[in-house]
């Protein structure tokens, strides 16, 4: 055997035949993945849809900042506000608009998320923690969503911004632990476990079954998803019956009720779909703890000697500087349009309704097209995820005349048009249509894509370390974005469309550390990873790392 294929034999993690080895490593065929299972894990993602801690909860708390807000050309609290002469309030120390608040509260929570991610992300690696984990935090969501029932006036606008930082967290840290059970899902498949015992006799060439258990990732993580746009579409179109049956539209005090109606039933639907998941997942063991750590300090012991050890780790190093630029990209680009979306549709709950249909059907569409042309053309993840990243940052190619010059249409770039043009940028009712079509279409299929790769350049036997670990790096990144979006704008005179440069350029640059990801090299990187942090016995004493390289050791004997 030579020295390529000992090192990429570290893909494979072949099922050991000792009894008490197989309990203690979650290898036992009791651990291997149901349909049941699988299909509980989809309808949590369905559940968890965003409509609470993404959606309709920042929505109402931006429509309880503009009813609360007053016109700046006006003495302080006399004129309400009208949208074209800005609108502001009071916010930590100073008056600013309340674009900059929603921005500036969007990073707090975005720091205070990293923080709490450094100290339980690393709890999914260890024992049996991350189930609990997300159950507590699932019920923190939900009690959130109904929390929102009680603040639907504008003079609660600063118990809004409490529930706003609460319920992003809530939702942010949910669907984070959801994330770190998919790799564990996916490598415990009826076929992928069949793929790697044909590997340990010979039977199957080790790229073959790292193809194979890639494409198996992308399945259940491009499934999730889009069972997820799926569900979106009931339940919006179950909230617009709501609506109707409320008279949202009668009056601004029915709408702003009919935004708080939204978020608690988004919730109830949440721990309705979460449920089953709570049931039927597995609770497979993690790796034992380190001596001398216990769960409050395993998680800064995890980023240092992953921190530590990065340069030996290369390919996952260069993926993590692209992801963490990317990440902070498209979710302040998101934040910045969703901003602009709601004032340009007067915070209609009906409108806006309306906007996330047409978006959850382009979605699925998206979504599940990407997966069946990667499934028919067996293209890999980093190609897919490229293609798709393209699209993040390139829309199709338009001549505007919005000055002098022509200005070819860029995602971020559309919303700089706005800058100097009141002709687009993100400033009229068609133009918010038009890009929930394009984002469904070929931009989510980032969420999957994105997430797949991070198990593409992962060490095995500590994945929800390097998937909470990056989980992290998205945290800090999506609040420096919005941190440094909300100062552009109040250095601007408010002009809401200035951010837009920062993240296209930001953008851009991000993009070349993804072209020079090589996953082959990423595989032999992590086996020599794996060696010589067993031998140290840097992330825990259990069997779990020591029967992974004992499996290695005699499949060398045997050949």
Known sequence: MTDREDNELALVEIPPSDNSTQESTGEDPAYTTTRPELWSFYLYCAGNNGFSGFNFGPSQFQNLLFLAGYDPSQPPFTAACTGDTGCVLPYLGRNRDISSIILLTNGISFAIQAVLLLVIGAWADYGMWRPNTTIVFTAVGVAVSFAWLGVADPSNWRAGVSLYVLGSIAYQVTLTFWAAAFPGLAHQLPEVRESALEVSLGKKDIDAHAAFESLSRNRVSNVAFTVLSVGQIFILAVMVGILQGIGANDSTESNTKAFSVLVAFAGAVWLICALPWFFLEKRRPGLALPPGTSLLTIGFRQTYVALKECFRLKQTFLYFIFYFFMNDVLTTTVTVILTLQNSVVAYSTLHLT????????????????????????????????????????????????????????????????????????????????????????????????????????????????????????????????????????????????????????????????????????????????IKAEAARKAFGDGNKIDSFMQSISDRKRAD
Not at 442 to 454: D, E, F, G, L, R
Not at 508 to 516: A, D, E, K, P
Request: hydrophobic share 50%; charged share 10%.
């Open 354 to 529: 309306l906007l996330l249909i047409v978006g959850s059907v382009a979605q699925a569409l998206g979504i599940y097209s990407f997966w069946l042309v990667q499934k028919k053309f067996q293209i890999s993840t980093k190609a897919m995820l490229s293609f798709n990243v393209f699209w993040i940052l390139v829309k199709p190619m338009i001549s505007l005349r919005a000055t002098d010059s022509d200005i070819k249409q860029v995602l971020t770039l559309w919303g700089l048009i706005g800058v100097r043009t009141d002709k687009f940028g993100f400033k009229h009712v068609w133009e918010i249509w038009l890009y929930q079509v394009f984002y469904g279409l070929v931009v989510c299929p980032w969420y999957a894509y994105s997430q797949t790769m991070i198990s593409e350049v992962s060490p095995l036997p500590q994945m929800c370390l390097f998937f909470a670990l990056f989980s992290v790096f998205g945290g800090t990144s999506a609040f420096i974005g919005p941190l440094v979006s909300s100062a552009i704008i109040s250095a601007s005179n408010n002009n809401n469309n200035m951010p837009f440069a920062f993240l296209f350029a930001l953008g851009t640059v991000s993009t070349g550390f993804l072209y020079f990801v090589d996953v082959k090299k990423s595989r032999v990187e992590c086996e020599e990873f």
